[in-house]
Structures are given as C-alpha cells and as structure tokens.
C-alpha cells in the first residue's frame, strides 16, 4: 500500500497534477499495476480535480490502458491481414494451448494475459508478438511456445 | 524479373557525413522566410497521408502570433501495412530531431514532442538517449528549443493531428472540429506544426542536399521520393524509398510474385488498385496517394476477407462520436456479411455503396472520409468475390 | 465587431464574426435540422445531420461548428446534402431500440420528429442494436435507456459544462462507444445529484425521469386514501407548454381545476412552505449573525447557503463533505410541506397521516430523490409519497380527457394553499434571496426593504453569479447589533457557479454572509423536470411569467401569509422552535467525492 502511494506520489511529481499529465499517469500506473484499479482511478481523479468517470471514460477509449484486472504479461499478436495471410492463427492456436486460455482471458496464475490487436508495425515480418514492449516478428508457433515456456516454465510440462 | 526501371532513392536512410544536427546549423544562418521558401520549391507535401504542403504549414504556423508555439511530429503510425515511421526512428532518429528543430526554428517554437505509438516502446532505450544528447547539442547551438517524447496509448484514430492534440491533453482522442487548423489552433489551442516522421527527414534533407536533387524526383503534383512499406504476398516485404509517381504496373513487376492479384495503396484507408488498372494508375498524388502503405495480394486471397478485415478494423479503431463513421463502418460490415450468406440481396451493395458515400461527405473526420476507399474500390472491382 | 457577408440558398446575410453557419441560417429563418447541438452547450459536431454543401468543398461542412466566412456560399437543401440527413438519420435509427410506441419520450423526440420528417424506411440498414441492454432504474429521480441514446453527448455537456458534476461520461470507442459513470455504476451510486439537466439537455428517450405518476392514479382511485397534491412555484408558468399554451403562458388557476377534476382530494401550495421556509430560513440567517458577530462563536459558519435545492445539497454532500455547515438546516419547501400534510393538516382535518397521500408536483428530478432520503420521515411517515415533475402532470392531465383549455380558473384549497408573491418567485433564481430580504430587512428595522416595489432587482436575472449589498440602518433595539452592517449575499445557479462560490467559501474567503443556490440554470423554471425543450429564451420567459405572478399577488412578503402567522400561532409557535426543528430542519450526510 505504501509503496502504490509512492508511486502515484512519483508519478504525480513527474508528470503534473494537471489534465496533461493524466495519460502519462495512467500508462505509469498500467506498468507497476498491470491495470487502473476502481481506487487508482478515484485516487488520481483527486489529484488531478477531475472526475473519476472523466478518467475512467478517457481510460476505456485506449488499448493499452485497461481498467479490468490483467496478467502481469500481456501478450498480443496482430491480428491484422498481413499478419492473418502470414499465419497468426496458427500462433493463436499454439498460445492458447499452451496457456489454457483463449484470445481475451487471463491465465489462472495471473501471469498472461493473451489478446488480438490491430497492425502493430510489422507487416513485413509477419506474424508479429509482443509481449509487454518485447517484439518478436516472423514469430512461429514452435518459437512462440518456446518463449512462452521460457517465462514460465510451468507450461512447459503442459504442451 | 531480375532487371527493373524502378528507381531505387536512399536520401531517407543515406549516411554520408554530415550530422543532422549541422544541418540545423546550417539552417540557423538563414533567414526562416528562405527556408520555407526552398521547402515550398521543392513541393513537398505531407507524408502522412493527407499530403498537405509542408512549406505552406509552415509559413501559416509562423505568420500566427503567439506566446507559445509547439512542433510534433507525428510517429503514431497505425495505418494497417505501414512500419516506415518506426525503421526511420530506429535508424535515422536524429534527422527526425533535425526537421523538428529546423521547423522550431522556422516558426518560433521553443518545444516539440514526437507522438510515439505505444507499441514502438521498445525503440525508447535508443531513442532517449539520441533525443537527450540531440536536445543538449541545440543548447550549444543556440537554439532555444527542447524535444521531448509523448507515448501514446494504443488508439489508431490518435494519429489524425486533432485527436492527437486531444490525446496529449490528457483525453479522449476524438478529432475537432475543423477548422480551426492547427496551424493556428493546435496542442493546447496553440499554434502547432505537426508532421509525419518522414516528411521531418525530408525536410532535414532538402536542407541539405538542396532543393534540386529533391525537386527533379516525382512528378508535378508528387514531387521526390517516398518511403514505401511493402508486405503481404512477395519475397521482398520491406522497406523501399522510391520515386514518387512510378506506374503501379513497374511498383508490381518489382515486388509482385508474378500471380498479383490487386495492391491495396495506403493501408486500410486507402484504395485497392485490380490487375486490370495496373498499368493506368500511378501512385502519387495525382493517382493513387499513399502514406506508404503497399499491401500485395495473390489471385489465391480472398478480396472479400480482406474488405472485412479492413471494416473490422475500423469499426474497431473509429473513435464513434460521429454518426456516419461510427454507424456507417458497422452497416458496412454488417451489410458485406449478410450479402455473402445470403441474408440480403446482392443489391444491398449498392445501398452500402451510396452509404459509402455518405461517410465520405459527412464524417468528420479524415477516418470516416476515408473508410469508402477501400471499400468502394474493392466491391466496385471485385462484386462476385462479395456475392458467392 | 466586423461582419461577414455570405449566401445562404440565395439570400446574402450578414453576421457579426464568429457566428456560425447555423447561426446565419437562422437569421434569415433557413432552418437546418440539428441533433447534437444545443444552445445551452459547447459545440460538439458529431451527429453531423446540420450538414450543407459550401460552395467549392468537397465534403460536407457541419453548419453548427463551421465559422461562417465572408463569401461563401451555401445550399442547405441539395439532393446530396439530404441523401446524407436522410442516410444519418437512418444509420441512428439502425442503432436505435424503435419502440417509440412505447417510449415516454413519443412526440417529443428529436429522433422520432427527424425520422419523421425525412420519411425514413426502417428497412434502408440492418438493426445494429445492441442486445441485452438493460435499463438503469437504481436511481429515485434518473432512468437511463441506452437502447435509445443517439451518443449526441449532450447530456455529458450538460453534466460537465453547465453543472461541472462530470457523473456522466463517454467510455469505449468504435462501435462500443457509448455514455457511462464511472466503471459503469448503476446512477444511483455516481456523483450524480439528480437535477435533472441531462434528462432535459437529452434529445431522445434515453434518459428520463424515473416516473411515479401511475401510483399517485392508483392513490386517486382508492376511496379510503386522501390524496394531497401541492404545486411547486414554477410548475404554473411552465406547464402550458404542455397543453398547447406559448411559452410563458401562466396556468395556475386551470391546472387547480384540472388537478380537482382529476380527483385530487385537496390541491395546496408549495409556496406556502416556500414562505415558510423564509420565516425558518430568515430566522436561522440572523440568529447565525448573531452567534457569529455577537458571540463570536466560531462553531457557527457564515455565510449561510440555501438548501432548498436538493440538487445543490447532493452536490455539497459529495463535493464538499467538509463544508456542509454552511447549509441551511431547513428542509426544502417540498419536504416541509410533506411533513406538515402528516402532521398539522392531518390534525386540522381530523385525517389519519396514514390514509394522507402527499404527491408534489415538481420541476425538479431531484425532488424525488429527496423525498425518498431514508431521513425524511418525520411526521412518522414518508412525509412525501410521491414526487411528480411537470412533465407527469402534464402527461396526467392529458390522460384524464380534460380539455384544459376550457377549464375555469379555481383558488387552491385551504390550509396551505395560501401563498405570497415571495413563495412563487422561489421559482427563479434569485427569488429566494429576494423574498428573504423582503421578510428579513422588515424584521429587523420594521421597515420595508429599500427598492422600489419590493423589486430586488440585483438579484434577478440570468447572470451566473449575482451580488448584491444591503446597507442595514434603523435596526429595532433587539436588532442593533446588526446596525450599519453591509449586508451582502451573493446568487449563483447552475451547479458550475456553485462550484465557483463553494471553492472561495472552502478557501475560507467568501465575503458573503448569504447565498442562494440553485443546481439548475435560471432556477426551478429551468429545472430538470420542466417541459423540454428548455433553452435560454424559454427560461426567460418562465422567469417573466414569475415575476407577473408575484406582482399580481396581493401580498408580496412571506410574514405577511396569513396562514403563516396561523400556522405559528396554532402549531409551529416559533420560528426555529422545538417543532420546527422536528419537522422542518434536517441534517446532511458526506458523501464520497469522486
Ligand atoms: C485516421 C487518421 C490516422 C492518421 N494517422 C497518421 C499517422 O499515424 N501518422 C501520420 O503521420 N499522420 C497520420 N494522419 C495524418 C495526420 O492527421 C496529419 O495529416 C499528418 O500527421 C500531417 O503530417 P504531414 O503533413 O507531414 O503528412 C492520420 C490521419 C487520419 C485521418
Ligand atoms: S469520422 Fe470516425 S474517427 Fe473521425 S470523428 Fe467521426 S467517428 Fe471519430
Ligand atoms: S442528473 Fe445532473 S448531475 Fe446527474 S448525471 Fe444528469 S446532469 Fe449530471
Ligand atoms: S443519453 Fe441522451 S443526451 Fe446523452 S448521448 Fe444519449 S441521446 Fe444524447
Ligand atoms: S434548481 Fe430547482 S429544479 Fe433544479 S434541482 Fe434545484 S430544486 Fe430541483
Ligand atoms: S498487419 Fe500485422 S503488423 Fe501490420
Ligand atoms: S448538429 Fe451539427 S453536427 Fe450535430
């Protein structure tokens, strides 16, 4: 609890208390805590004198900032059509066995989350990855599984 | 086909000594009106898509009088099939910074921020660093001007100039009203030159190498070269500078496998150009413009999956305050789906085709304008693939 | 100012610069259909139905948000500008639950009247409805129907620009765009204090007030129930406009009639509690001066705010916990006059309280909240049964088969039916500070207060916040420590001044030793439960029609009712006495900020 104070606190200091800073926060927020929490968002709307629905609202219009609990990894594969002609169904298939869990949902251990996304940069090197900022381009479901397993070795037994 | 005519550039990616950070220099001994001047002769336009004169932004963002003025640029690049935006960042980052400066210097901003996409964070361990080094040598050049960075929060739509604007505000990136422009009213109501990536490095480089070398590339309207992403069906998905106004026949006999069925110039929100208007488009802006987008498809795809895929997208990625393109791309969606199975009767294309058209007219923005591109030009050329 | 020239369908006008095209249009009486614009709000240009072809464009302009231009020249009515309006009208139907057989909003829909007037054929586009939405009624005073919104975002504008409350906001994008609270709470656990604006800033049926009119039918029906209705001040000049009368069109006489043959048991006054209020409220005033500049007691806080709004009290209790010792302790008129119909009336009329039916009529939403706060229940019962806006009362009297027109005017009944011109202008904003200042300056020196006909003009009208100062001279003997004080009060209405006067009172630099507040714009002529539309002009013409009312009364000043004085004479006794405090003052509670 102290620590999270501390982190608004930081957070605050370097990026204003001002409507500016509050994309700033949220992402600094989504880093440390994975998601905005309903007591996050109240506690920067303080800070900042807004509302909390004016966060929440401005919050939910992102990708990146998500206001329901996540995995501490977030894995997202594009689901664009260079990727899809590449083969990102393949890689969806491969992570969803691995992790027991489909596109959208959190594993159990709230390590992954898995989700579909829009072009994200790479169409020349299709299928593409990310997991958290890491990108894996012309990624293969055996690759896939494997960097998978690598964090959390706990699947490998699985697949 | 082994020999090609296509004329290969390398003005972006080209490193011959001379760092960017003098041809700021350079530039500091003119006078701002002789820069825009020569940006204007050289007639380049935007590479962003929209293709606004950028000598001309320039000129109107610095005859505005204000205490503060902002330079952006623009590297929120989310167009489906475009990744140029992120391998010049990741290459050439300090040209980027020099355009940013020469424009500061130009039209009297003390600060700029480059709108980076949030999924480009992994470029951030470089590019701080260039960018903190960059900042400090403008400081020793005597140009009172600070660059920093703005990361963006996964929003395609924050790419169009107001929503960006709105997102570095602090809210949701719904676009503005137009106008007034940013050129007078831009970040937080200030006067603001935004521009993409690669037309930051033009600008660096017809600093330069001088407006000529520029200038005798491309056409009338197209002038100089352009940074082209190419992906989908080749064997030689990436990154290429071409000449601008090249034929789309020589761009396919270039990168085509030999069964190319149609292109797709300028991403989702750009047009579909069949096999048969190969040889009389040119892609430019007096034919098919193109923020660089090249998307290749083989006779084998499917034009009707890659419409949806489109539509999803921007049924998705519409930022949905405005009717026609908030409503319109779903009823696109919807209407291709129910034709394909059945549910409605060929002719509903044409209904959605006039819808189309009403998206275009009445949107507000250039997403909703946008979106009939391709959808027109793909069930326009190719209507069975939508019906059976 | 300069001025700009264009054409518009062949006709040149001129306009002062920064006018919009819209603007211009309606000078020259070129009507443009609109949706998301409204003129109490900030542009938004989203809908996109106001679109005109200007001559050399491409696209389309939205005439709302598009600055006229000197030389331009524009069609509004070409095939393309209205095969786009019809085609947006028909996209926004395809989203739409089209139950307008069903929808309270029938016939005075903005939807409905566009789909309507441009013929659209349900069949041009695929229902893309959503399914599965269900209808948020956790709120006493607010429903919300998203099933029927057009995502105009009005209300959000109203809630952020005129009430700076922000309980309503836009979440999600694309195709899941739509208006939410935080973290999609159910209203009834969201900032939001029920006043209503959104509800009357709302072009469709998607939000509305949460209506109790079929109960009060029942309570009509049932011989064994005494049904009491009282009639807020503003409910008179605003009315008519449901009953076919131009707006500002006073109604007070027909609608007693229309409420008697309806079969309503007794129809009473809320004016007469608003007089009271100003006894109780006036007397609370100047004991505070006295505990503050006499006894230097620093428990006791000046200035002193208003709580007849319970929109304002629900703003203080969640904006301002720590300040509620501002308020006022009396209850509002409503809430006074409910309390006493189960206590003193039921006496009077040898009724048993539990057999009184107490219904308000009401231009509020936040009313009915307030009268289902756990806390008021102080005769022993619900003091107030059921909270009626205008617009229900409307809808009854159309529903009864009356013909209002026809109706003779009747008196209200009596036991507090009997009302001053100071209870009717609480309608306006201003009037409750004005009618406080009639009584109080009277107390205190034994003369009338010194402006002209007892117009309290700098009090009244549309600005923001109002101040004004009182110079008190000539006090009785039991007064004199008031003697040469500077009076001053300030007025604020529409909850974003609100929030301006609460933040220097917060600070602790509020110079003011009195102030009333209103949630609502103009006051309770604007309130959230009056006919809609409601724009500036018509406020302007309620608030007129208020202040001919008050002219025409024949007393003008609270402590002259003569049921007043009865009342304190027969029951009350005193002015902030043991049974006052019992039935006509409450307490606050602090409510979460965020
Ligand atoms: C939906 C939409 C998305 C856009 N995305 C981008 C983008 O990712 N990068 C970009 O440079 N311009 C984008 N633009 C264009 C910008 O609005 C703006 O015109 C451009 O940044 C101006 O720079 P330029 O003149 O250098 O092209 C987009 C426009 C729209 C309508
Ligand atoms: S056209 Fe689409 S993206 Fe642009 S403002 Fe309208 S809804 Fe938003
Ligand atoms: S009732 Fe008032 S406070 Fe509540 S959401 Fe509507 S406008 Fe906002
Ligand atoms: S609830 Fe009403 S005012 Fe709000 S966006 Fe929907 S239709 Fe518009
Ligand atoms: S101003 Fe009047 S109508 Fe509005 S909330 Fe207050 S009491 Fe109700
Ligand atoms: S289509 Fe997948 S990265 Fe662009
Ligand atoms: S009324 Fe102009 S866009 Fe809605």
Redesign the pocket.
């Known amino acids: 609890m102290i620590q999270t104070e501390n982190l608004l606190h930081e957070l605050i200091e370097k990026h204003g208390n001002t409507r500016d800073g509050l994309l700033p926060i949220l992402q600094g927020v989504v880093a440390k805590e994975n998601y905005l929490s309903e007591p996050r968002m109240v506690e920067i709307a303080k800070a900042l004198n807004i509302s909390s629905a004016e966060v929440y609202g401005t919050a939910s219009f992102y990708t990146y900032l998500f206001t329901k609990p996540m995995g501490k990894n977030v894995i997202r594969v594009c689901k664009t059509i260079s990727c899809k002609m590449a083969g990102k169904q393949e890689i969806i298939k491969a992570i969803e066995k691995t992790l027991k869990i489909k596109v959208g949902e959190t594993t159990r251990d709230k390590n992954f989350t898995f989700i579909e996304t829009n072009c994200l940069g790479w169409c020349h090197k299709g299928p593409v990855m990310i997991i958290n900022d890491e990108v894996y381009p012309e990624i293969t479901p055996e690759r896939a599984v494997e960097i998978l397993c690598e964090m959390d070795p706990k699947h490998l037994s699985k697949f | 086909m082994k020999t090609s005519e296509l004329k290969k550039v390398d003005i972006i990616f080209d490193c011959v000594q001379c760092a960017p950070i003098e041809v700021v220099k350079k530039s500091l001994a003119m006078h701002p009106d002789e820069i825009i001047e020569q940006i204007i002769s050289s007639g380049l336009?935007?590479?962003?898509?929209?293709?606004?004169p950028?000598g001309l932004?320039w000129k109107l963002a610095k005859e505005e009088v204000s205490d503060q003025k902002y330079v952006i640029c623009?590297?929120?690049?989310?167009?489906p099939g475009?990744f140029k935006?992120r391998e010049i960042l990741d290459l050439v980052p300090n040209k980027v910074l020099a355009g940013m400066a020469i424009c500061a210097y130009v039209i009297g901003a003390t600060e700029g921020f480059i709108y980076l996409?949030n999924e480009y964070n992994f470029l951030l361990k470089k590019l701080i660093p260039t960018l903190e080094n960059f900042n400090k040598n403008l400081q020793e050049i005597g140009l009172d001007f600070t660059i920093k960075l703005f990361s963006g929060s996964g929003a395609?739509?924050?790419?169009?100039?107001?929503?960006?604007f709105e997102s570095m505000e602090g809210k949701r990136g719904e676009?503005r009203n137009k106008p007034p422009y940013p050129t007078r009213n831009g970040y937080k109501g200030k006067p603001t030159v935004?521009?993409?990536?690669?037309?930051?490095v033009y600008c660096n480089m017809i600093m330069r190498i001088g407006v000529e070398p520029f200038k005798q590339l491309g056409t009338k309207d197209s002038r100089g070269s352009k940074v082209f992403s190419v992906s989908g069906d080749t064997t030689k998905a990436g990154i290429y500078e071409l000449e601008l106004g090249i034929g789309v026949d020589e761009f396919v006999n270039e990168f085509g496998n030999g069964d190319t069925k149609a292109v797709q110039i300028g991403g989702a929100?750009g047009f579909c150009v069949p096999r048969k208007d190969f040889a009389n488009k040119i892609i430019g802006f007096e034919g098919v413009p193109t923020?660089g987008s090249m998307m290749i498809f083989n006779s084998s795809r499917s034009m009707y999956n890659i419409l949806k895929d489109y539509l999803e997208f921007f049924v998705e990625?519409s930022c949905g305050q405005c009717t026609p393109c908030r409503v319109g791309t779903q009823q696109l969606l919807k209407g291709i789906e129910a034709v394909k199975h059945g549910e409605m009767p060929s002719s509903y294309l044409n209904q959605l085709m006039k819808l189309s058209e009403t998206m275009k007219v009445a949107s507000k923005?250039?997403?909703g304008?946008?979106v009939p591109n391709a959808f027109s030009s793909i069930v326009k050329n190719f209507k069975e693939e939508m019906i059976y | 100012m300069s001025t700009i020239n264009l054409i518009i369908d062949n006709k040149t006008v001129s306009v002062e610069k920064g006018k919009t095209i819209l603007d211009a249009a309606k000078k020259i009486n070129v009507r443009i259909p609109t949706l998301c614009h409204h003129e109490d709000l900030c542009v938004a240009g989203n809908c996109r139905i106001c679109v005109v072809q200007v001559e050399g464009s491409r696209t389309l302009t939205a005439s709302c948000s598009t600055p006229a231009e000197e030389g331009m020249i524009i069609r509004t009515n070409t095939p393309k500008v209205r095969n786009a309006r019809k085609d947006i009208v028909a996209l926004l139907v395809s989203e739409h639950n089209t139950q307008c057989t069903t929808c309270y909003r029938s016939m005075n829909c903005e939807l409905q009247s566009l789909s309507a007037e441009y013929n659209i054929d349900n069949n041009r586009y695929l229902s893309i409805l959503k399914p599965n939405i269900t209808i948020d009624r956790s709120s006493w005073s607010i429903e919300k129907d998203d099933s029927k919104c057009v995502r105009c975002q009005r209300c959000v504008r109203t809630c952020a620009e005129l009430q700076h409350v922000n309980a309503l906001t836009v979440s999600g994008k694309g195709k899941d765009m739509k208006i939410s609270t935080f973290m999609e709470l159910p209203l009834n656990e969201a900032i939001c204090t029920n006043c209503g604006q959104c509800v009357i800033h709302c072009p469709t049926g998607a939000l509305t007030e949460r209506r109790y009119f079929d109960r009060v039918w029942e309570a009509i029906g049932n011989e064994k129930k005494h049904v009491i209705m009282n009639t807020a001040p503003s409910v008179r000049v605003a009315l008519g406009e449901m009953l076919g009368y131009p707006i500002g069109t006073r109604v007070t006489g027909k609608m007693v009639t229309a409420m008697k043959r309806m079969g309503v048991d007794s129809v009473l006054d809320t004016d007469f509690t608003a007089d009271l209020t100003i006894i109780e409220e006036g007397s609370e005033l100047l004991q505070r001066l006295k505990k503050v500049l006499v006894d230097h007691k620093s428990s006791v806080k000046l200035p002193m705010m208003t709580s007849c709004c319970p929109g304002w009290v629900k703003f203080a209790e969640h904006i301002f916990p720590e300040h509620l010792g501002h308020l006022s302790s009396c209850k509002s008129p409503q809430q006074m006059f409910g309390a006493l119909s189960k206590t003193y009336y039921a006496e009077k009329k040898g009724i048993k309280p539990e057999d009184i039916v107490s219904v308000s009529i009401m231009p509020c939403a936040a009313k009915k909240f307030e009268a289902n706060r756990p806390e008021m229940n102080s005769s022993g019962f619900r003091d107030i049964d059921a909270g009626l806006t205008t617009r229900e009362l409307g809808l009854m009297i159309k529903q009864s088969g009356l013909n209002f027109a026809e109706l003779e005017d009747s008196a209200y009944d009596s036991l507090m039916g009997e009302s001053t011109g100071a209870g009717v202008i609480f309608g306006a904003t201003g009037g409750v500070m004005e009618a406080a200042l009639r009584t109080a300056y009277e107390v205190v020196t034994g003369k009338e207060v010194p402006f002209k006909n007892l117009n309290i003009f700098p009090v009244r009208g549309m600005e923001g916040i109002k101040e004004a100062s009182i110079k008190i001279e000539g006090c009785l003997p039991e007064w004199s420590f008031l003697e040469g004080v500077e009076l001053r009060v300030a007025v604020a209405h529409g909850l974003i001044n609100a929030r301006t006067i609460m933040d220097e009172v917060a600070e602790g630099k509020s110079p003011y030793h009195f102030i009333e507040i209103m949630a609502c714009p103009g006051g309770c002529i604007g309130g959230g439960g009056q006919p809609i539309p409601t724009n500036e002009e018509i406020r302007n013409k309620r608030t007129q029609a208020i202040y001919e009312e008050d002219m025409g009364m024949p007393k003008r000043k609270s402590h002259e009712n003569p049921e007043i004085k009865k009342i304190y004479k027969e029951f009350l006794k005193e002015p902030l006495g043991e049974v006052s405090h019992h039935l006509l003052h409450t307490t606050y509670k602090k409510r979460n900020h965020f």
């Open positions: 336009r935007g590479r962003g898509g929209a293709g606004f950028t932004k623009n590297a929120d690049e989310g167009e475009t935006d996409r395609y739509i924050c790419g169009e100039e107001s929503a960006l676009p935004i521009n993409n990536v690669e037309t930051l929100s923020g990625e923005c250039g997403l304008q946008s």
